[in-house]
């Protein structure tokens, strides 16, 4: 192979690894813009969370299922059952997905952004937190939200 062919290999790959870094970027929560994005999403999850609360303070425990949040969840918000997990449709897809801890201690309200990534709600005995988890192994971390 020519050096002026090698020159022009290396330049194509090292393109295509800048090009991939950028993309697999997405929302990395480290930019101001990331986060009101985020905090964007996490205020459609608001109302939701407020439902959780309120059936744990009234009843003692968190819902068992979508019935045990008839009447309560607001205008559009639509709770439906997949197994052991309550998904909540909001009007904006993917919907969030509840899941509550063993114990019913606590629970975990998360959305899924693109493949892997996803911002999570984590609450344990009425302290929550929200989390970003970039889906690239590395596990979830805090994220400082307004939702």
């Given at each position: 192979?020519?050096?002026r ?7 194509f ?58 009447g ?18 909001t ?37 929550g ?19």
């Amino acid at each position: 192979m020519s050096l002026r062919r090698s020159i022009l290999y290396g330049f194509f790959f090292i393109v295509l690894a800048i090009g991939a870094a950028v993309a697999y970027r997405g929302v990395s929560a480290q930019t101001e813009a990331d986060r009101a994005r985020l905090s964007g999403m996490a205020g459609e999850a608001a109302p939701i969370i407020a439902v959780l609360d309120r059936v744990r303070k009234e009843r003692g425990a968190l819902p068992h299922g979508a019935e045990d949040l008839a009447g309560l969840l607001p205008e559009g918000v639509l709770a439906e059952e997949i197994g052991y997990i309550l998904r909540f449709d909001t009007g904006t897809a993917p919907g969030w997905l509840f899941v509550a801890a063993p114990g019913g201690h606590g629970y975990e309200l998360s959305r899924r952004l693109g493949e892997e990534a996803r911002l999570l709600y984590q609450d344990e005995d009425g302290k929550g937190r929200w989390l970003w988890d970039p889906g690239d192994g590395t596990g979830p971390a805090p994220v400082d939200l307004d939702p």
